[in-house]
Structure formats: structure tokens, C-alpha cells
DNA sequence: GTGAAAGCGCTAACAC
DNA sequence: GTGTTAGCGCTTTCAC
């Protein structure tokens, strides 16, 4: 167990000084070529790597992002994921991850663990977080870009859509194929603006039309497939019984479909049923599934480079609007007479 | 802008020496009540975070970990990350990602580049790394966990199962259902063993059953639901044509349902087709998916247990099976006459 | 272009 | 217990 070279042991090698050792590796073109390749090969015999702290230190840089998500495996969030982690690898920054699984005070504890470990920037999902991870956030000067909604009225560096248009996008459908009784399908509203915004939207477009949504018509589930499960047999024991279940996530369609073939309901022609995302499952899912398409590669995208750009060149759009769009497949018709 | 406060800062506010405050942070039960009440007082009243490139460097540890995936968005590798996230956090330790999309020689580079960061540990998957990486690891002295498959030739730490006898469990399955024609549907098997042994076991199960695998009833498509459509376009055009398709991985067989459905062959009246992994989207297919499940979790929390017990007290066993299941459902079939 | 030396901010002996 | 101090390994002025 030898102990690991470090620049000193290269720079004696190669007859040179440390500095010089430090410029051939980070900055080859300083220095003269005979010196650079009695550098790199006194690296190469000693297998020499170097310290990625001490050069932190040094640096005042870590060349690291931290992103924190409700859940890692909801196939929007990981397709998210693929999309930052290959945006920062090509900008030569490392993504650090975690997941909070909707719990507020687990997502500022991973805020706090990440701003210690000094990453550059953070990358967070929704607009409800506790306020202590702003406070936090702004001690530490550290750069942030919210995904997935937009919030106006505060300063937040967002990337994101409108949620409760797109609830609005869903409702407008159903009630355009003649549903009065709609009932909506979400996670907790609490702590998740996304799920409140959606609702609201669908309560909007039902209002403009003369209808009510009615408080016991609104369900609460886990984002889960067996959520999607209970949240339709919750719907079905509703008086009125609603025509169309919407689902604020396709995750939670699925489940619902799946309960419904189960309780032999026909879908869509005695219920519809929506979702949210257009996650790829949903098109071939069958029946295939209505729903909203969020465009998950744009929005990792776009937030890596806002949040690379507030880095470097310390110049970024404050808010990114994203269009979203009505996907409609065979999971919702007309309402049964 | 001010600078961020450092420990000096902290101390000389709490009027102790920069040991006692480092103490009372690290280790508050080092301290006197009073000491540590000043010092926290300190550290609240400058929002002081300390520096972890810093305490890095001193302590020589990063508890830091890298893990290499194929690609971040199928599912089974997302349900891992899951676990492995959580895991590692309880134990304090940071995950770090990154994706190779199959290609081997950006799988070396992420490697290096965990290394210079000072990750203590690494997770990759499968066992058909560039021998370049290994060299690596072994020269850095970095432990490491290979996932997914078992070497047992080689002296690596392994966390999974006999991708072998999966393939043999599936032909099994299908031969006492009548099937001879059987055609596989993976993806490159070059530099990817688990493609390669689920195939050598299906071969071996039909050699034991005195039938032949035809090498032109291999077919090799992107791990994606439009590799499974070209697949099985592919296998409705060979001749004898089968009447079963082995596919790799669940995600090629949505994508081989789908294009049967619509091409109009009947699932699994005229063609039955399998999957591997059995992801949770599995059983709720139309029709559900039969197919292999891999304990997908288990992997992911044993083998984060298995590093960390490797850098905390390099003793954890080289070889870690788990045991796999057939998961027999509607997609296959008896044979058609 | 190259070498010497001064930090980067923290921890862990060690002496008191 | 607490203070002092010597590193941890690298980068980067600043002379030469």
C-alpha cells in the first residue's frame, strides 16, 4: 500500500518545479514542449492523479451541481436527470444527486448537505420549497434554478410551464366532449404547487363554463401506480359518479386504468381517464392515454444552461416559459348519455 | 457581496481558538456546554457553512461515491439509483452520477474523472468494462462494486445474478409451452455480458431440448421501444418464423407488443413474447408481460452496502447472488398448432 | 518559460 | 478542555 504520488513527486521526477508540473497538467500551452513531456511522462510512470480537494481548495471551485428531486424513479424525473446529467458532462460539471420523496424538510437537509459540499449550483423541482432553503440558498450566494413551474410574483430563476393551464388544457377537452361530472386525481396539494395549480386550472375551466368542481371530487393519492388504483375506486364510490377521472400525473392514470379493467369498468366509453406528463409509456399503453405532454428533455436542458450560464457569466433569464400541449389518444371520449 | 465567513471568523466572534470551534463543530461532545453554545451562536450569527474542500483535503475523505449507468432513464436502473441514493445517504455518504449510453470509452472517462474528485468508492454495472478501468481503480486503490452480474472468474466485488440461467428459465418456460421456434431479441452484445449470457442461456436450454438456436435468430437492437418494433418487424421477417420472441429486457418487449398490435398479430395467440427485469410498468401491460424478475432494489441496497463496507472496513464478500424469478403472465402462450 | 513561496480553509496532534 | 500549529496537495502570483 504505497501512498498516492502527489504533484511533488511528478515535479522531482521530471526535474522540474511544482509549478511547472501544475501548468504542464491544467495549462499545457504555458510552457515549453520539453518541459510538458518530461511532465506527462514522469505522470504517466507514476500513475499520478491528481487531488481533486486540494485542487478545490485552490481553485475556490468544485465544478459541481447538485440536483434534488420528489422521487429519482417517476420516469419524468429520470428522464430529467439524463437530460442535466449529459448537459453538465459536456460542460464539464458534475451532477450530485438527491431525492427528498416529498418530504420538506428532507429536501433542506440535502440542500444544506449540498451547499457544504460546496457545489456551484442546485437544481430544484417546484416552487414550494420551505423558505429556510432560500435563506440558505442566499447566504451562501448560490445559484438555483426552480423546475417544472413558473413563479412571477418572486425573483426565482424558473424553467417551467404553467401548470394550471394545463389542467385548464385537460378540463376543456373532457367538457368539450360533452363531461359535466369531472372529478380530479392528484397527489397531496399541500407543499406542491404543481398539484394545486392543476386543480385550479381544471376548477377554472369548469367555472367558465358554469360548472362547479366539488371539494369531494378532488382525491388525494400517492403518486404511485396504487395510488392511481385507490383514487379510482375512491371516484367510483363518488355520488355524483364522475364520467372522467383526471389524473395530475400518467403514473396515476395507469394505476386507475388498470383498477378500472379490473372492476370490468370500460374505459373510455363509461369513464375517461387523463394524465399528465406524456411520459413514453403513455402512447402505447392501452387504452393509449390522453394526456398533457410536458417537454421533460427541454426542461432539464434548459435549466442546465441557466443555471451554467448564472455561473459563468453570472447573466441568465430570470423565467423560461415551455409550451405544453394536448396529447389526445383513446383513453377519454364522448360522455356516456 | 461579502466573502463567506470561515472558522477564524467564527472563533474570533465566539472568542475561542479555531480548534475549538472545528471541535465543536465536528465533535460537540469534545466541548465544554458553554464553549459549544458560543460557537453556535457564532456560527449562526455569520450563517456560517464550512468549507468541504477544505475538510476534505485535511481529512483526507470525500464520503463521496460514483455510480456509472448505462442510461439513467430506463427504469431499472432508475429504481436502483433510488435505492442506492438512499442508502448511501443514511451512511452520510454523496452520490454522484453518470451515464455511458453503451459506449465503453465514455464509461473509462467517468471513471477518471470520479477518481480526480476523490470519490471513495465506485459502482458500475455489468462486468465488461475497459480492462483500462480496472487499472484504474486498482492504481487509485479505489473499491469498487460491479451490479447486474457475477464474475466469478475474476476477483471483482460482484452484487447480482446468473444472467445465464435467466435466459434458460424464459427458453424453458416457452419450450413446455410447446414452442420450438424460438428468436432472442437483445441488444449489442459486444461489450455487454448480460446480453450476451441471457442469449447463451436460451441457447443452452434448446441445446438440452436438442434444438438450435439459428444465429440469424439473434437480433440486436437499441435497448429501446423502437428497437423492440424494428425487433420484431425483424423476427416476423425470418424464416422458419418463430413463434416466440425472447426479449432482453421489458422495455424491448413494450415496444415489440406494441408494433404486433399494430401489425395485427395476436399476442400471444400467434407470437408469445417475453421480457427481462420486469419493471413495475410490467404487469399492467395489455397484455401483461411475461417475464424475469430481477430483485432490482436488493441490488442497489446491497450493493452500496457491500462499498461501503469495503471503505469502512475492507471486509465485504467478493460475491453477492441473487436469486431470480420467472413471472408468468398473459403475453405467452401454447404454441400455435 | 520557470522556480519559490504564499496561501486556499480545515483538522488533528500536541502541549498546556 | 482548550489553544497553537503543522500540515492536507494544489494553484498562482511574483521575481527572475
Not at 424513479?73 to 439524463?82: E, G, L, R, V
Not at 406524456?278 to 427541454?298: E, G, K, N, Y
Request: proline share 4%.
Amino acid at each position: 500500500m504505497i501512498a498516492r504520488p502527489k504533484l511533488r513527486d511528478v515535479a522531482r521526477l521530471a526535474g522540474v518545479s511544482v509549478g511547472s508540473a501544475s501548468r504542464a497538467i491544467s495549462a499545457p500551452d504555458q510552457v515549453r514542449p520539453a518541459t510538458l513531456a518530461k511532465v506527462e511522462a514522469a505522470v504517466r510512470e507514476l500513475s499520478y492523479v491528481r487531488n481533486g480537494a486540494a485542487r478545490a481548495l485552490a481553485l475556490r471551485r468544485t465544478f459541481s451541481i447538485g440536483a434534488i428531486f420528489p422521487t429519482l424513479n417517476n420516469p419524468i424525473y429520470a428522464d430529467s436527470i439524463q437530460a442535466i446529467q449529459q448537459r453538465l458532462n459536456a460542460r464539464n460539471y458534475q451532477l450530485l444527486i438527491a431525492s427528498h420523496e416529498y418530504d420538506r424538510s428532507r429536501e433542506l437537509a440535502s440542500v444544506r448537505n449540498f451547499i457544504d459540499r460546496g457545489i456551484e449550483g442546485i437544481l430544484l423541482v417546484g416552487t414550494d420549497q420551505d423558505p429556510a432553503v432560500f435563506e440558505a440558498l442566499r447566504l451562501a450566494q448560490i445559484p438555483y434554478v426552480l423546475m417544472w413551474s413558473l413563479d412571477e410574483a418572486a425573483h426565482h430563476h424558473c424553467v417551467g410551464f404553467s401548470n394550471e393551464a394545463g389542467g385548464a388544457l385537460m378540463a376543456n377537452h373532457l367538457l368539450d366532449l360533452g363531461h359535466t361530472r369531472l372529478a380530479v386525481l392528484g397527489g397531496q396539494r399541500q407543499f406542491n404547487e404543481r398539484a394545486r395549480l392543476r386543480t385550479q386550472g381544471v376548477r377554472g375551466a369548469m367555472a367558465a363554463r358554469g360548472l362547479a368542481l366539488a371539494e369531494d371530487h378532488i382525491l388525494e393519492q400517492p403518486f404511485t401506480f396504487e395510488g392511481g388504483r385507490a383514487g379510482l375506486r375512491a371516484a367510483m364510490a363518488l355520488h355524483p359518479r364522475p364520467t372522467a377521472l383526471l389524473c395530475g400525473t400518467d403514473i396515476l392514470s395507469f394505476g386507475a386504468c388498470d383498477e378500472a379493467r379490473r372492476m370490468g369498468i370500460e374505459v373510455p366509453e363509461q369513464l375517461s381517464i387523463s394524465g399528465f406528463d406524456d411520459i413514453s409509456f403513455a402512447a402505447m399503453s392501452v387504452p393509449a392515454l390522453t394526456t398533457v405532454r410536458v417537454p421533460i428533455t427541454q426542461i432539464g436542458n434548459s435549466s442546465a444552461d441557466n443555471l451554467i450560464a448564472q455561473i459563468e457569466e453570472s447573466e441568465a433569464p430570470r423565467h423560461e416559459r415551455l409550451e405544453i400541449e394536448l396529447i389526445a389518444r383513446a383513453s377519454t371520449g364522448i360522455a356516456p348519455a
